[in-house]
């Protein structure tokens, strides 16, 4: 069957199966069991490479982007970052461990985070993180004051909030004046918040940070970004003589996960920015700042595939239908966070007439455990079948739990053929490890 899947890296094999990285998903949920996730190491390794190129090509020396990595913390994404020459984020001290644990050197990694605690911002000064990404006093206050206890100066970036709206889900929209996020341009705090941290002796401050949102399609949300900020690096240098060095765009462009989503070529937008940055410099009189980016879905989100088993499929006639899986919000709550949409098939039964309209719902206690509404699959479709869910690499195992003490899934990865654990699956004592 020819279908204009939502990405590369799926397809359908002689048998009529779905197959992901080139591999056969019914046989490996057989020999992996369900629910699992799937990552095409492959594909992750490719989208960073086009970053990395686009960057090479496009902005100074010094600029890099780096793996917004809360999108899927796990140790081995940390070697692959590393193996590929990715800066990372990291947004608490879990992942700051995880990634150490894994061998990435912290002097590669900026710490974000609206509210550190002291007990986060002394761990990372500790074992020596590159930068903080930082919108608060309190926190500068802290920085300082733990920076000092090590001797150092730290470096840190300071985040601001240009003021866009980027016509996404609001709750991932992070740009606005009023965002919980960020220090904003318009009321002038901005200012304010630049003069505070130039005041303190331990901060070395490299620059601005501003991140507008999520799952970004729209056409110039990132060249508006930048023209502000760029526009506020001159404005700095015009009022107290300081001239950022850096300037982080932040992540957020879109990925898709269903055919009638755009599809967003980096490279290209990657040189309109540049040519953006270029001219808005020229014109404030300062230098082309080196440039980060942070993206974290557009790396591992379609790299990600997950893996389920069908169980009870009820039909209410003139009503709806449902397909049950062995999984559902707890690996999966994204749906059930902003109603986002899924590509889903039964991977078995790729070949066979799609006339089951029905939502694929998880096992748990809430109504809202929904993976996807309205999707068609095969008519057949019966406990024991293979279910998958498309582009699932990015916020799935991230946000996983354990509600109603659901383990967590298994996580393989898919590299030229070949496939391997990342993550064990959770068992049953892992459940009750805490528990005294
Ligand atoms: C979440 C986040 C990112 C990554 O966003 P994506 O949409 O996954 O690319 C980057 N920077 C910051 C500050 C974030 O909060």
């Known amino acids: 069957m020819n279908e204009n899947f939502v990405c590369k890296n799926i397809g359908v094999n002689e048998e009529g199966h779905l197959t992901f990285a080139g591999q056969d998903t019914v046989s490996l949920a057989k020999e992996y069991g369900t629910p699992l996730y799937l990552m095409d190491e492959d594909r992750i390794r490719e989208n960073m490479r086009v970053y990395k190129k686009a960057f090479a090509e496009n902005f100074p020396e010094g600029s890099e982007p780096l793996f917004a990595s809360k999108a899927c913390s796990f140790a081995q994404v940390y070697r692959i970052a590393l193996e590929e020459g990715m800066g990372i984020d990291v947004v608490s001290s879990g992942e700051i461990y995880t990634a150490m644990k894994a061998g990435y050197p912290l002097s590669n990694a900026h710490f974000h985070g609206n509210n550190k605690t002291d007990e986060d911002i002394a ?3 500790r074992n020596g993180i590159g930068f903080f990404v930082s919108d608060n006093r309190e926190e500068l206050d802290v920085i300082d004051r733990e920076a000092q206890k090590a001797g150092i100066r730290q470096k840190v970036l300071l985040r601001l909030t240009p003021g866009i709206d980027t016509h996404t ?4 929209n992070t740009g606005l004046v009023d965002s919980k996020f960020g220090t904003a341009i318009e009321t002038g705090q901005a200012e304010e918040i630049v003069k505070y941290a130039l005041t303190k002796e331990n901060i070395e ?6 991140h507008v ?19 506020f690096i001159g404005h700095m240098k015009d009022v107290c003589g300081y001239t950022a060095e850096y300037l982080d765009l932040g992540g957020g462009y879109g990925v898709r996960y269903v055919a009638g989503d755009g599809y967003i070529n980096i490279a290209e937008k990657i040189r309109s920015v540049a040519e953006t940055v270029a001219k808005a410099s020229a014109e ?3 230098p082309f700042p080196k440039i980060l980016m942070e993206p974290g879905r557009s790396i591992v989100a379609d790299a990600g595939m997950t893996l389920y088993t069908a169980g009870s499929v009820k039909r209410i006639p003139g009503y709806k239908n449902y397909v049950s899986i062995d999984g559902g919000m707890t ?19 790729m070949n066979e007439e799609r006339t089951l309209n029905a939502s694929l719902v998880g096992r748990c206690c809430e109504s809202g455990d929904i993976i996807a509404e309205k999707i068609d699959f095969a008519q057949s479709t019966c406990r024991g079948d293979v279910m998958a869910v498309c582009t699932t690499g990015a916020y799935n195992y991230s946000m996983a739990s354990n509600y109603n003490r659901v383990a967590r899934p298994a996580m393989v990865m898919l590299k030229g053929g070949e496939s391997y654990i990342a993550i064990r699956r959770e068992t049953l004592d892992d459940l009750v490890n805490l528990d005294i």
């Open 123 to 125: 761990f990372a000064i």
């Open 169 to 172: 889900y609001e709750k991932i």
């Open 205 to 210: 401050l490299k620059g601005y940070h501003c």
């Open 213 to 231: 949102g999520s799952q970004v399609f729209a056409e110039d949300v990132f060249e508006e970004a930048a023209l502000i900020m760029i526009r």
């Open 284 to 286: 404030a009189g300062v």
């Open 331 to 349: 690996d999966n709550p994204r749906f059930a966070l902003y109603g986002s949409k899924y590509t889903c098939y039964n991977a078995g039964k």
